[in-house]
């Protein structure tokens, strides 16, 4: 293969190559900053002003929670680094052969949801800086908005992983440029942000809300990338250390996050609003919102192009017979759907936020279990080529039941300590034991590894292969 930095990826789920593996600590950088450069993290920042907490006090959650959030999908990373495997693929060492495809299936599904979530955010704010120029916002802008957006970034992920890169690397340091000016306009100017800002809850409510800050935005959000870490770490070599690996995919993950949560918190002190269209509006205009507009338009390609790819790989990781390329555009056709919804959706800063804490419901536990099976039980060592034989024959076993019941277990411990938005969500501990403190997150972690170290030690070594007849994918 040659080493251009826009060759197309012709890799699907098997092992990289060695010669294939030239990706550098840096480039890894640079895509999941890149990834987190969106205008979803203004939002989220401002969700703690919405909950009724202090600018202070929010910005020490956001920095305090993602600090631990993204040390749990670095050492995700590391884990596609050590073995040349994607991260749905790697799931079958604790889940089994086709076990593993319950969590592959729910990564398909949730990356059509951040699709659409990811375009939303910058449409409307696309369309606010577009009314400063006289162009209404309008269903047929906001459509050619959204497909100009889609199609780029269904290009991209479709072409793979060297395009994702180099997108990244050549884009990431002009739109951290666009940020610094953005920071200093909103921090420097008069009346944009309250810094004396404070908490209006009686003790009770305001640890809840804390607590629901922290899963929601801090920690939650590390997490909620953990599905997609190997899947471009896979493409580091060998000779690059671990810890490397490990350092440069955090400060990628948790700089741009952190500092454009910071933003939209301090803003939104004065506004009272999540909505980053009167955000923009608020602070920036002139020649300053184009500058905004070009990292608006920025933000959801360079996420979006990693939901591409890692959906497809995802889809590909459970036995669907398509081609990547075919996946992709699958996947950009259904996010579009899910864009459009969302645009027109009666109230999107409730139903983003009933989702994002939902997410967690399955992550959690995931991450606990998969955590557990690869750093604890197996010492980081997996026998690569068992994870594609068929369920027969692979010392993983066709279901691991010890994986799937531990993400079971932590499932419910999720939905035992979550409080959330979501009525139905709202477990028992949580609101009856904990005065509605959310600590879902932990809990999932907590017992879905426990209890997968647990029942490992009490099975065979090597989960069994259970015979369910026919061939293998």
Do not use: C
């Amino acid at each position: 293969m040659t080493n251009s930095e826009l060759r197309a990826d012709i890799h699907s789920i098997e092992p990289i190559p060695d010669a294939d593996r030239d990706s550098t600590g840096p480039q890894q950088m640079w895509i999941w900053a890149g990834a987190n450069i969106a205008p979803v993290n203004w939002a989220l920042g401002a969700l703690g002003i919405i909950l009724k907490l202090g600018l202070w006090e929010t910005i020490a959650v956001i920095v305090i929670g993602n600090a631990a959030g993204s040390a749990i999908f670095a050492a995700f990373t590391v884990m596609g680094h050590k073995t040349g495997v994607n991260q749905m693929v790697l799931a079958r060492s604790a889940f089994g052969r086709r076990g593993a495809y319950l969590p592959s299936l729910l990564m398909f599904l949730m990356t059509l949801g951040w699709i659409g979530v990811n375009t939303y955010f910058p449409v409307k704010i696309s369309m606010a800086i577009l009314g400063q120029f006289g162009i209404a916002d309008s269903w047929f802008a906001n459509l050619v908005v959204i497909t100009i957006v889609m199609v780029t970034q269904v290009v991209i992920g479709t072409y793979g992983f060297y395009a994702i890169r180099t997108f990244e690397k050549y884009t990431v340091p002009v739109t951290v440029v666009i940020m610094v000016l953005m920071s200093v306009l909103a921090w420097s100017q008069p009346g944009v942000v309250n810094w004396n800002h404070t908490t209006s809850l009686p003790p009770g409510p305001h640890l809840a809300m804390l607590s629901l800050l922290m899963t929601a935005v801090g920690v939650g959000w590390g997490i909620s990338w953990v599905t997609w870490a190997s899947d471009y770490s896979r493409f580091v070599p060998r000779s690059t250390s671990s810890k490397a690996v490990f350092w440069y995919s955090y400060v990628g993950m948790f700089v741009p996050s952190v500092w454009l949560a910071i933003l939209g918190a301090t803003i939104a002190s004065v506004t009272l609003d999540t909505d980053p269209a009167k955000m923009v509006s608020a602070v920036f205009g002139g020649v300053a919102s184009i500058l905004v507009l070009l990292l608006v338009l920025h933000g959801p390609i360079a996420t979006n192009i990693l939901n591409v790819y890692s959906s497809a790989l995802a889809a590909l990781s459970m036995g669907v017979r398509f081609s990547r390329t075919a996946l992709a555009l699958i996947v950009g056709i259904a996010g579009y759907a899910v864009t459009v919804y969302f645009i027109f959706a009666p109230s999107f800063a409730k139903a983003f936020d009933n989702w994002l804490i939902s997410l967690l419901m399955w992550m959690s536990p995931y991450a606990g279990v998969v955590l557990a099976d690869f750093f604890v039980r197996r010492k980081s060592q997996i026998d690569i080529a068992e994870l594609y034989k068929s369920p027969e024959t692979s010392i993983y076993g066709d279901i691991n039941w010890s994986g799937m019941i531990a993400f079971f277990a932590g499932l419910i411990a999720t939905w035992l300590f979550q409080d959330g938005l979501v009525p139905a969500l709202q477990g028992p501990i949580s609101i009856n034991l904990l005065g509605g403190a959310d600590l879902s997150w932990l809990a999932g972690i907590v017992v879905g590894g426990g209890v997968y170290l647990a029942l490992s030690r009490r099975l065979a070594p090597e989960p069994m292969a259970i015979p369910v007849g026919g061939p293998g994918e």
